[in-house]
């Protein structure tokens, strides 16, 4: 049965803790990997066998500081749009749901000519003026939840 009061915390700070002056108790047991005299007599050791044994390399940011953010420009929406364009009807905007192919916003770089419906998370100011000037619309997440409780 455990208990606190074992010999070593009863014994605590009285030189030989029970074991006699001569060291009885000096061999047994296991003392772990001692790591003492790396820095002093080892230190040629440590330079043959673990020179990376000291200090420490690089910096691991908080994985809560990391946003996964996939972006994509209006260049490769433009391809997406020309392989969708024959299946829409004549007349009709192009519609892109990027959130479900997985990015979460749109950057403005590239140019444009198709009408296109694109929904997204976010988006520049940039791509929006782009996408209006081609005569489309971009549909984000907080014009859906309206749209949605409208209904």
Excluded at 100 to 113: D, V
Aim: with cysteine; charged share 35%.
């Amino acid at each position: 049965m455990p208990h606190k009061l074992r010999k070593i915390r009863k014994k605590r700070g009285s030189r030989t803790c029970g074991y006699g002056r001569v060291g009885q108790h000096r061999k047994s047991g296991s003392k772990g990997e001692r790591r003492a005299g790396r820095h002093k007599h080892l230190w040629s050791w440590v330079l043959r066998y673990e020179p990376d044994y000291f200090g420490n390399v690089g910096f691991v940011s908080p994985k809560s500081l990391k946003r996964d953010i996939r972006c994509i420009n209006l260049k490769e929406l433009e391809e997406i749009a020309m392989k969708i364009a024959p299946k829409t009807k004549r007349g009709e905007k192009i519609f892109i749901d990027l959130e479900e192919m997985g990015y979460t916003k749109l950057l403005g770089e590239g140019k444009i000519t198709l009408p296109v419906r694109v929904k997204v998370p976010s988006y520049t100011k940039v791509a929006l003026r782009k996408i209006e000037e081609a005569g489309g619309e971009i549909i984000s997440a907080e014009e859906t939840e309206e749209i949605e409780i409208a209904k």
